[in-house]
């Protein structure tokens, strides 16, 4: 309440923003919006990082798994799935279950996301080397690619290492 001065009521001291600091907030909401909130929207963005992920993620599995079975473990690509077998040779058979009991074979796939093109198979030794379909050592690096990022996932031909 206002004081009484001879009489008259004052006015209150008011509170609350002024103009400049409403304009301030505004022009910051208004910056995000613009920015930040298309992220959220683009599940694109979202799903190619989990297929690449969810890929790298099996590979490095095959090739633990077949050093742990004294077998090879190949991995067989489509454009937009990874599965896992395992066998005697290079040519795989039996299906491979995964690491936490998923039935065989293990496999990861995307619906929304894919590779830029479409990986040739490989397999993975006893000792964790690469080779091809046909069982031949791989001689170079293979580098593999999800539509939509920079990253790439490659699998070295010597080692097995997968990065």
């Known amino acids: 309440m206002g004081k009484v001065k001879g009489g008259s009521r004052m006015p209150a001291r008011q509170s609350g923003f002024t103009i ?10 208004g910056v995000l919006a ?19 992920d969810q890929t790298l993620s099996i590979l490095r599995y095959a090739q633990k798994s077949a050093i742990a079975k004294h077998r090879f473990v190949c991995a ?12 005697a040779t290079a040519a795989c058979g039996a299906g491979l279950a995964g690491p936490d009991g998923q039935p065989a074979p293990y496999f990861v796939a995307s619906a929304n996301a894919s590779f830029t093109a479409t990986p040739a198979a490989l397999s993975f030794d006893a000792l964790g080397r690469t080779y091809d379909a046909a069982g031949v050592a791989l001689a170079a690096d293979r580098v593999m690619s999800v539509n939509g990022l920079a990253t790439t996932i490659t699998v070295e031909a010597e080692t097995g290492y997968v990065r």
């Open 20 to 29: 400049v600091e409403l304009i301030a907030v505004m022009v910051i909401v």
């Open 34 to 52: 613009a920015t930040a909130i298309p992220r959220f929207f683009n599940r694109g963005d979202f799903d190619a990082r989990s297929f690449s």
């Open 76 to 87: 067989t690509f489509t454009a937009n799935s990874v599965a896992l077998t395992f066998g």
